[in-house]
């Protein structure tokens, strides 16, 4: 297959059954990534998200933190988040990468590992905020760490591992949430810090 780039950026199209997926390893941002990754560290105030699961709390194994335009609110667990009002240096970072996927981001969700034991479980980014077939746009800073994708019904595929490097920009639309689960897994080998900012577009708050 050839792969099918995206105008500059250098996307390219991985050939993944039932998914839409680009990658560009490296990105010109026009910040120096590891600068990013420390200012990021440094001046996001992090939280620790409680998760209810079967009706458990746990403790997400991982840091998180959610900017956004004003009102890109969405429920969760009961509750209406809103977002923190977007810094200079992460809207700096959105028009990068709406110009890079060539669509608009409202939202963005970051993610914090600090070390080789913070993980995320598989999932779909599937909530009926994000509408059908979203465009989630991921950027990774620091540490290489694998993301792992599994399809949902079709078992005789293996799943797909995708080792995400510093500086690099993921894509994911179509009708990749809907056929795809993916996910960070925990390593037993220590490693540095990683940052990861998936860009959203939040559509409506439902209800309002
Ligand atoms: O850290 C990553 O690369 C995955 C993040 C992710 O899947 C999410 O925020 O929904
Ligand atoms: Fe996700």
Redesign the pocket.
Known sequence: MTPDLFAGGGLERLDIPDAEIYYASRVEWGEDPDVVLRALIEQVPWRTDVINLWGKEYQQPRLTAWFGDEGASYGYSGLSLEPLPWTELLATLRSRVESLAEAPFNSV?L?Y?RDHRDS?GM?S?DEPELGRNPI?A?V?LGEQ?T?ILKHKSRKELKPVHLP?DHGSLLLMKGATQHHWK???SKLSLPCGARV?L?FRRILATPGS
């Open positions: 969700l993610n590992y995320m999932h980014d989630i991921s990774s760490r993301l995400l993916h996910g960070i990861n998936t």
